[in-house]
């Protein structure tokens, strides 16, 4: 079975100020997606990363994955109250049985 | 509407009761997903189905029961349960296709066993 740790499990920061959420494995990814979840909701698709070294942006939000597609980071910028959720990491099992797992997740607090 | 919808949102039952948690999509996708959510534990894949005459276990089936009754609709089922299936329980869909697809989560069931 395939492992990913996610880390840090719990963080809690001001308004404004920046932060990383780390996931990796010891196995190779054939891609990997980052979800966010609120509350009573469902997690939601945030980014799908696929190539060794991509960095992608969503506004405040900057997807890396690893050179050797082992791990993946999210960084937030002055982050904002409405960053708060769970942030999820999860890879595929690649091939046509795909199926993904997931991380345990980062449950993010930001402060006003 | 919501595409991917559970119901019930919440439920609270005793020990040993039969239990449903239903799911229904309007997004077509071929492929349907249960997971179970709990702290500290990140999501776990229950059962999944890639079409309707397709089921499959994932990582924590026992317990557990499913049915593909049509594209759209993905039950799945504790025949007895027990208090250690108290959780948040997701269904989730996808398109198909060899990876990279995103997944489109419920709202969950929150499933309290007493």
């Known amino acids: 079975t395939q492992l990913l740790e996610q880390s840090p499990q719990f963080l809690s920061i001001q308004e404004g100020e920046n932060l990383t959420v780390y996931c990796n494995s010891s196995?190779?990814?054939?891609?990997l997606q980052w979800y966010r979840q609120e509350p009573g909701e469902g997690p939601v698709l945030l980014v799908t990363?696929?190539?060794?070294?991509e960095v992608k942006k969503l506004k405040r939000l900057t997807f890396q994955f690893g050179d050797a597609r082992k791990d993946s980071s999210l960084h937030i910028t002055a982050a904002q109250p409405g960053d708060t959720g769970l942030y999820l990491c999860?890879?595929?099992?690649?091939?046509?049985?795909?199926?993904?797992?997931f991380g345990k997740g980062t449950l993010l607090t930001v402060n006003p | 509407d919501a595409d991917v919808t559970q119901t019930p949102r919440n439920r609270i039952t005793k020990t040993g009761k039969r239990i449903m948690l239903e799911c229904s999509q309007t997004?077509?996708?071929?492929?349907m997903y249960w997971y179970r959510q709990d702290p500290g534990l990140g999501l776990r894949l229950i059962y999944y189905?890639?079409?309707?005459?397709?089921?499959n276990k994932g990582e924590i089936s026992d317990g557990y029961s499913v049915s593909r009754q049509a594209q759209a609709k993905f039950s799945l089922s504790l025949e007895s349960a027990i208090p250690n299936q108290t959780a948040l329980y997701f269904c989730?869909?996808?398109?198909?296709?060899?990876?990279?697809?995103?997944?489109?989560f419920g709202d969950g069931t929150r499933l309290s066993i007493l």
């Open positions: 999860a890879m595929d099992s690649g091939g046509s049985n795909y199926k993904l797992t």
């Open positions: 989730a869909t996808s398109e198909p296709g060899f990876s990279n697809q995103p997944q489109h």
């Open positions: 189905s890639f079409d309707v005459k397709d089921i």
């Open positions: 990363v696929v190539t060794g070294g």
């Open positions: 997004k077509g996708h071929d492929r």
């Open positions: 196995s190779v990814f054939s891609s």
